[in-house]
């Protein structure tokens, strides 16, 4: 019974979770609210992946054989991904609201993760509040940061933002390779390739396929809102709000089917991820216009000799 509910717990502090979770927020609540939170979540992805990587540090049940393996995981445990991940997820919907009880919700949630990870011998408790600590910092620096990057951004040209896109996600991809080159010539140790396969993972050489996934995903995020800025508006009725969200899934889920085919070597990985991130960013609102299950943005009128600056939904 605990094991069930601390698993479930869990599933709500990964990437996989929160980035659908904010797709949903960005195609049907709040667009600048859900692309932001994506966005945010893509650069994390990228962040852990190079530094778990860079320190890779052992999971406890790989060399603890007291602790029971109840996850076949086969990356490096510093620091915790979902420690990490919701801190920034979690934390930057905190964010958007004003209330107190909106904070009493969201920080023990995001406390609760980091104890089921730890329960589950997936993480230390130092590989817990690591994650923890570089999900802060990513927050805090995204939020002060982002009324000076948002307006410098949106005033480049669409074709220069999406050379920026492609150059930030490059950027982070290379740190990862960085990361990766420390471990040229690094075997796995025995003891932990025995737990690995007895909790049903794969113990295979490690790759830049993960750091692929990130830098893939963060690049078609950025790349897709540059292109469908000002172009959708998430005002609508209930039933075209709702109507949405399976559109967009399925979409995505055409796109990853799609992707298994081509193989999993990095170059192939970062192209299906960014497909994926392009079509949550830019195809899905698009569709969802052709299909009328969304509008354009109304402009703002101006009198004459005022700038008009587009509505933001």
Same mark, same amino acid.
């Given at each position: 019974?605990?094991?069930?509910?601390?698993?479930?717990?869990?599933?709500?502090?990964?990437?996989?979770?929160?980035?659908?979770?904010?797709?949903?927020?960005?195609?049907?609540?709040?667009?600048?609210?859900?692309?932001?939170?994506?966005?945010?979540?893509?650069?994390?992805?990228?962040?852990?992946?190079?530094?778990?990587?860079?320190?890779?540090?052992?999971?406890?049940?790989?060399?603890?054989?007291?602790?029971?393996?109840?996850?076949?995981?086969?990356?490096?445990?510093?620091?915790?991904?979902?420690?990490?991940?919701?801190?920034?997820?979690?934390?930057?919907?905190?964010?958007?609201?004003?209330?107190?009880?909106?904070?009493?919700?969201?920080?023990?949630?995001?406390?609760?993760?980091?104890?089921?990870?730890?329960?589950?011998?997936?993480?230390?408790?130092? +590989? $817990?509040?690591?994650? %923890? /600590? *570089?999900?802060?910092?990513? #927050? !805090? @620096?995204?939020?002060? &940061?982002?009324?000076?990057?948002?307006?410098?951004?949106?005033?480049?040209?669409?074709?220069? +933002? $999406?050379?920026?896109? %492609? /150059? *930030?996600?490059?950027?982070? #991809? !290379? @740190?990862?390779?960085? &990361?990766?080159?420390?471990?040229?010539?690094?075997?796995?140790?025995?003891?932990?390739?025995?737990?690995?396969?007895?909790?049903?993972?794969?113990?295979?050489?490690?790759?830049?396929?993960?750091?692929? &996934?990130a830098a893939g995903t963060l690049f078609g995020l950025l790349a897709?809102?540059?292109?469908?800025?000002?172009?959708?508006?998430?005002?609508?009725?209930?039933?075209?709000?709702?109507?949405?969200?399976?559109?967009?899934?399925?979409?995505?889920?055409?796109?990853?089917?799609?992707?298994?085919?081509?193989?999993?070597?990095?170059?192939?990985?970062?192209?299906?991820?960014?497909?994926?991130?392009?079509?949550?960013?830019?195809?899905?609102?698009?569709?969802?216009?052709?299909?009328?299950?969304?509008?354009?943005?109304?402009?703002?009128?101006?009198?004459?000799?005022?700038?008009?600056?587009?509505?933001?939904?």
């Amino acid at each position: 019974m605990l094991t069930g509910f601390m698993h479930a717990v869990s599933a709500v502090g990964s990437a996989g979770f929160l980035l659908p979770v904010m797709a949903v927020v960005y195609w049907s609540v709040c667009a600048r609210a859900g692309a932001r939170g994506a966005l945010l979540l893509g650069g994390s992805m990228v962040v852990n992946g190079a530094l778990k990587l860079l320190f890779h540090d052992p999971r406890p049940y790989w060399t603890d054989p007291s602790i029971p393996g109840r996850q076949p995981l086969e990356s490096f445990g510093m620091p915790s991904g979902h420690a990490q991940n919701s801190a920034v997820g979690w934390g930057y919907l905190a964010s958007l609201g004003r209330r107190r009880w909106i904070w009493a919700g969201a920080a023990p949630l995001v406390v609760l993760i980091g104890v089921s990870r730890v329960q589950l011998g997936a993480h230390s408790p130092g +590989q $817990v509040l690591a994650g %923890l /600590a *570089v999900g802060v910092v990513l #927050l !805090a @620096a995204a939020l002060r &940061a982002e009324p000076y990057v948002v307006p410098w951004w949106t005033r480049q040209r669409r074709a220069a +933002q $999406v050379g920026l896109s %492609l /150059a *930030v996600s490059l950027t982070g #991809l !290379a @740190a990862t390779w960085a &990361a990766l080159r420390t471990l040229d010539g690094w075997m796995w140790p025995a003891t932990w390739r025995h737990e690995i396969l007895a909790a049903g993972g794969n113990a295979e050489p490690v790759t830049l396929e993960d750091g692929a &996934a990130a830098a893939g995903t963060l690049f078609g995020l950025l790349a897709g809102l540059s292109l469908i800025q000002g172009r959708f508006a998430v005002a609508g009725t209930a039933w075209q709000r709702a109507a949405r969200v399976p559109v967009g899934g399925a979409g995505a889920l055409i796109v990853y089917t799609v992707g298994l085919f081509l193989g999993t070597q990095p170059f192939q990985t970062f192209v299906v991820q960014a497909l994926i991130g392009l079509w949550i960013a830019a195809g899905a609102p698009e569709a969802f216009v052709r299909l009328g299950l969304a509008g354009r943005p109304t402009p703002v009128l101006t009198r004459p000799g005022e700038e008009r600056e587009p509505v933001r939904p």
